[in-house]
């Protein structure tokens, strides 16, 4: 290669853009300036204090729930030092549509007396929550613990280039079986598969393989890690094909099925069995069948029970 050449690899080649854009601290799930640009209300003159918020949901049940975000950027109560439980996963572990308290990690939490930290992103794919919890353990201390709600395995959390090449931001993709590709949704709302320009302006599409692969890579280390540190990890997925693999593998961690009522998101009427679970107050009552968020809601806190069972690996009365 001609010294030409050589000169057009250093000037193009992403090193240094992409060390820029992976921050080396707990990256929040929710970004503060963004939730002020939603919420009028908000005081602008102390953005890094914790803040209550209504996030954007396209009904107006949601004015009876509030989310606090703490200083991390994350759903919740401040995160406390040497925690017992540390809770991981996506929009099901925010938890997105009920009240904080009322989500499996807090269920657990109470169930096994114990304090629980949680770090959840919604949309997350399994690699930015597994490296996010390491960033949490070197910060907060080592849990006892670790749940882990496992998201679908077919999320996509990968950089889009600027124009100049010099900037590099992470977005999140999904997997369309329609397209068996990656998919974009443009500016008219359409949805197309995902092509997009490298740091050499070649067009590429990403194999799911690779991602699968990925996310294999991720829930390997995990474990590994956990083994090594005496910490005692439970993970399943909500997703009932990546539940499947995951049994597949064979994973000393997996938390299997309690019985054929265990939750599953799949199933919506769960919450329909007779004889299962009564709420234990007017609050869980009221956001006991379905999360109030809309369009796509999310389950209610009787399935956060069922979730939670599922890693205790025992019924709650």
């Known amino acids: 290669m001609n010294s ?45 204090e914790p803040i209550y918020t209504h996030l954007p949901h396209n009904h107006d049940l949601h004015k009876a729930l509030s989310y ?14 040497n925690p017992d439980i540390l809770a991981i996963g996506c929009s099901l572990t925010v938890p ?4 904080h308290k009322l989500s499996w990690p807090h269920i657990l939490a109470k169930e096994l007396n114990m304090s629980v930290n949680v770090v959840a992103y919604p949309g997350s794919p399994v690699d930015r929550i597994v490296l996010n919890c390491f960033r949490t353990i070197e910060k907060y201390g080592k849990p006892k613990k670790i749940f882990f709600l496992i998201p679908n395995l077919t999320r996509l959390y990968i950089g889009e280039w ?8 992470k977005k ?38 690779l991602i699968i692969q990925n996310v294999f890579a991720n829930l390997d280390i995990l474990e590994l890690f956990c083994s090594v540190n005496d910490i005692d990890l ?8 990546a ?6 593998r064979e994973y000393k ?27 234990a107050d007017e609050e869980s009552e009221y956001f006991w069948s379905v999360g109030l968020d809309n369009p796509t809601p999310h389950p209610g806190v009787h399935q956060h029970i069922h979730i939670a069972e599922r890693f205790l690996g025992r019924s709650i009365p």
């Open 96 to 99: 997105m549509g009920i009240p």
């Open 172 to 209: 999140l993709f999904n997997w369309s079986w329609e397209y068996n590709n990656f998919f974009t949704q443009t500016k008219a709302n359409q949805y197309k598969p995902l092509t997009y320009k490298d740091f050499s302006n070649a067009k590429r599409n990403i194999p799911i393989e």
């Open 4 to 48: 030409k050449s050589n000169e057009r690899m250093e000037t193009v080649f992403p090193y240094q853009a992409i060390s820029k854009s992976c921050p080396k601290l707990i990256e929040p799930a929710f970004n503060f300036h963004e939730i002020y640009s939603i919420d009028n209300n908000l005081d602008w003159e102390k953005p890094e």
């Open 162 to 169: 600027s124009k100049d090449k010099e900037n590099y931001t």
């Open 234 to 241: 439970k993970f399943f997925s909500w997703n009932l094909l």
């Open 243 to 248: 539940d499947k693999a995951l049994d597949l």
């Open 253 to 279: 961690s997996f938390a299997k099925p309690n019985d054929k009522r265990d939750w599953n998101y799949e199933d919506k009427h769960v919450y329909l069995v007779e004889d299962c679970h009564e709420p």
């Open 68 to 81: 606090r975000i703490n200083t991390e950027g994350l759903c919740g109560e401040d995160l406390v030092n």
